[in-house]
T-cell receptor, first 110, second 114 residues
Framework: GQSLEQPSEVTAVEGAIVQINCTYQ??????LSWYQQHDGGAPTFLSY????GLEETGRFSSFLSRSDSYGYLLLQELQMKDSASYFC???????????FGPGTRLSVLP | DAGVTQSPTHLIKTRGQQVTLRCSPI?????VSWYQQVLGQGPQFIFQ???????GRGNFPDRFSARQFPNYSSELNVNALLLGDSALYLC?????????????FGSGTRLTVV
């Protein structure tokens, strides 16, 4: 079957660094995306890893290890506005059929 | 520039009814995908359309159907509504059928089935 696992909740303080892990079991795996979703809002694209390694975009970095079926999202210099749900999404085959994880709710405390 | 727009934003329907949800992609985007997001869960893929052709279908019953128009807008239809169809229905668009980045979601239609 298709499944992704993420921690359900993570809490951190402003200015800290937090890592959100994602493990996947997906046939036809092609890459891993990360999305941010604020309550009542649309999911917003953060990053995509097609190859093993680290991708850095400003305060956010994403990592993929295909051999371990594992990825993570790293958020640095946390801000209050980063409080949201974060989803990993495995891309199946070379298309746009994404299998989303259950989401990790990040709470950033002052 | 307008983002992905969906209508209506909220909808209440009765079991057994039919519903049509609409999506207008970002200007220039030719690919539209539909997702269902049940409260507290991640979005689940329903369909992808590109250039009016179905490019992918998720594990949803035949009660769910969609189409894409020449202007690349799209409609999602759900027949014989069940209580379990209550969810946020999201539309996403991108410029090409196979891009993973630049995949932009609309704010969704909140469907409640009573």
């Amino acid at each position: 079957g298709q499944s992704l696992e993420q921690p359900s909740e993570v809490t951190a303080v402003e200015g800290a660094i937090v890592q959100i892990n994602c493990t996947y079991q997906t046939s036809g795996f092609y890459g891993l995306s990360w999305y941010q979703q604020h309550d009542g809002g649309a999911p917003t694209f953060l990053s995509y890893n097609a190859l093993d390694g680290l991708e850095e975009t400003g305060r956010f970095s994403s990592f993929l290890s295909r051999s371990d079926s594992y990825g993570y999202l790293l958020l640095q210099e946390l801000q209050m506005k980063d409080s949201a749900s974060y989803f990993c999404a495995a891309r199946r085959n070379y298309g746009q059929n994404f299998v989303f994880g259950p989401g990790t709710r990040l709470s950033v405390l002052p | 520039d307008a983002g992905v727009t969906q209508s209506p934003t909220h909808l209440i329907k009765t079991r057994g009814q039919q519903v049509t949800l609409r999506c207008s992609p970002i200007s220039g985007h030719k690919s539209v995908s539909w997702y269902q997001q049940v409260l507290g869960q991640g979005p689940q893929f329903i369909f992808q359309y590109y250039e009016k052709e179905e490019r992918g279908r998720g594990n949803f019953p035949d009660r769910f159907s969609a189409r894409q128009f020449p202007n690349y807008s799209s409609e999602l239809n759900v027949n014989a509504l069940l209580l379990g169809d209550s969810a946020l229905y999201l539309c996403a668009s991108s410029s090409e059928a196979d891009r993973a980045d630049g995949y932009t979601f609309g704010s969704g239609t909140r469907l409640t089935v009573v």
